[in-house]
């Protein structure tokens, strides 16, 4: 069985600051990662995927993690956050070799102040 | 522009009536998923199906069924036996394995 748990149901960052969001999972097997963003009632846009090629990803709007396997982390950052950047967060793990049946975190709300 | 579609966005019925909520992909892909989305949980797999006229149960089936009948197509209906069907759903489809899943722009279910 794989889990994913997002440290953080809320994060609150001034406008210009780092963005750190957290990611662990739990999987027996190699795992296949991903962060999504979701925008109030929208549906989820892929950030960045991690496949098991470099242990640092980047995505999409200047995020990038890294896939650290001895502490089981996947954590997202942004150098510099932007008004732009609110929404929710969510970690997907999926095993790798199967069909694409992601478990996700409870995500964490991102809030951007001035 | 290839993408996912579901309607409609919003959806109102009484409790106790059957509701069918619409997922259609033109990208071609094999596997399609509905996700149910509730405050604080993440998403959560209902159904998914890798290969026309074929689907298996995710984590939250019960009160819940589907059909794959052609490949862009995977409908949820959302049957009275679902107790708190009161939710955001959200339908994926991805190539297969080891690929990212793209998602709809979701179908927000109240039930009263």
């Known amino acids: 069985a794989q889990s994913v748990t997002q440290l953080g149901s809320h994060v609150s960052v001034s406008e210009g600051a780092l963005v750190l969001l957290r990611c662990n999972y739990s999987s027996s097997v190699p795992p296949y990662l991903f962060w999504y963003v979701q925008y109030p009632n929208q549906g989820l846009q892929l950030l960045l995927k991690?496949?098991?090629?470099?242990?640092l990803v980047k995505g999409i709007n200047g995020f990038e993690a890294e896939f650290k396997k001895s502490e089981t982390s996947f954590h997202l950052t942004k150098p510099s956050a932007h008004m732009s950047d609110a929404a929710e967060y969510f970690c997907?793990?999926?095993?790798?070799?199967?069909?694409?049946?992601?478990?996700f975190g409870t995500g964490t709300r991102l809030q951007v102040t001035l | 522009d290839g993408g996912i579609t579901q309607s409609p966005k919003y959806l109102f019925r009484k409790e106790g009536q059957n509701v069918t909520l619409s997922c259609e992909q033109n990208l071609n892909h094999d596997a399609m998923y509905w996700y149910r989305q509730d405050p604080g949980q993440g998403l959560r797999l209902i159904y998914y199906s890798q290969i026309v006229n074929d689907f298996q149960k995710g984590d939250i089936a019960e009160g819940y069924s589907v059909s794959r009948e052609k490949k862009e197509s995977f409908p949820l209906t959302v049957t009275s036996a679902q107790k708190n069907p009161t939710a955001f759903y959200l339908c994926?489809?991805?190539?297969?394995?080891?690929?990212?899943?793209?998602f709809g722009q979701g179908t927000r279910l109240t039930v009263v």
């Open positions: 994926a489809s991805s190539e297969g394995a080891n690929t990212e899943a793209f």
């Open positions: 997907a793990v999926s095993r790798a070799g199967t069909a694409s049946k992601l478990t």
């Open positions: 991690y496949t098991s090629a470099a242990t």
